[in-house]
Antibody, heavy 120, light 105 residues
Framework: QLQLQESGPGLVTPSETLSLTCTVSGDSIRNDNYYWGWIRQPPGKGLEWIGSGYYSGSRYYNPSLKSRVTISVDMSKNQFSLKLTSVTATDAAVYYC????????????WGQGALVTVSS | DIQMTQSPSTLSASVGDRVTITCRASQSISNWLAWYQQKPGKAPKLLIYEASSLESGVPSRFSGSGSGTEFTLTISSLQPDDFATYYCQQYHSPSTFGQGTQVDI
């Protein structure tokens, strides 16, 4: 059974870099049939797609965040990661990792989410 | 950017009601639309993809329809477990969500 688990610091200082990791179990991140992605949700607000990536290198980013976002894949650990630079208070949110069927960019499985607060 | 507009924002209903939520895209997205259900403190759950395909394990009282710019999610007979917030998502170019529709009693 597929499970995705986000991990990383729950508190990030303004102007610093937010780093989160998603550990995948029950499937290989090298599965040809899937992409892997990140979505966030500010408290009390709606969902925002951040970006998605394939294990072999393709990456797609939300244009509004593209200059600050990097998604990477670590096949040896079956993990993928998110880095968001120069964070501000508006980046505070619950961050979800998720799986996307290749060629159909909806999210069919989600992690439980990780709350990230931005404060000095 | 493709904007997704859901209506209504809030919907009050009773158990057994037929409920319809609408999602409109700012430009044609063919059938590249998904619907999700989210309960407080939980991750969203996929209900429908490609506008009308029911995700495995999702009750048949959920159905989706539409293409182009107008889409609907219908719950044929609302159950207690269905009180939640529902989001649409377009994945034609590249991906945006609607603002959500809260279904409450």
């Amino acid at each position: 059974q597929l499970q995705l688990q986000e991990s990383g610091p729950g508190l990030v200082t303004p102007s610093e870099t937010l780093s989160l990791t998603c550990t995948v179990s029950g499937d290989s991140i090298r599965n040809d049939n899937y992409y892997w992605g990140w979505i966030r949700q500010p408290p009390g607000k709606g969902l925002e797609w951040i970006g998605s990536g394939y294990y072999s290198g393709s990456r797609y980013y939300n244009p509004s965040l593209k200059s600050r976002v990097t998604i990477s894949v670590d096949m040896s650990k079956n993990q993928f990661s998110l880095k968001l630079t120069s964070v501000t208070a508006t980046d505070a949110a619950v961050y979800y990792c998720a799986r996307l069927p290749r060629g159909d960019f909806y999210f069919d499985s989600w992690g439980q989410g990780a709350l990230v607060t931005v404060s000095s | 950017d493709i904007q997704m507009t859901q209506s209504p924002s809030t919907l009050s209903a009773s158990v057994g009601d037929r409920v319809t939520i609408t999602c409109r895209a700012s430009q044609s997205i063919s059938n590249w639309l998904a619907w999700y259900q989210q309960k407080p403190g939980k991750a969203p759950k996929l209900l429908i993809y490609e506008a009308s395909s029911l995700e495995s394990g999702v009750p048949s009282r959920f159905s989706g329809s539409g293409s182009g710019t107008e889409f609907t999610l219908t719950i044929s007979s609302l159950q207690p477990d269905d009180f939640a917030t529902y989001y649409c998502q377009q994945y034609h170019s590249p991906s945006t969500f609607g603002q959500g529709t809260q279904v409450d009693i």
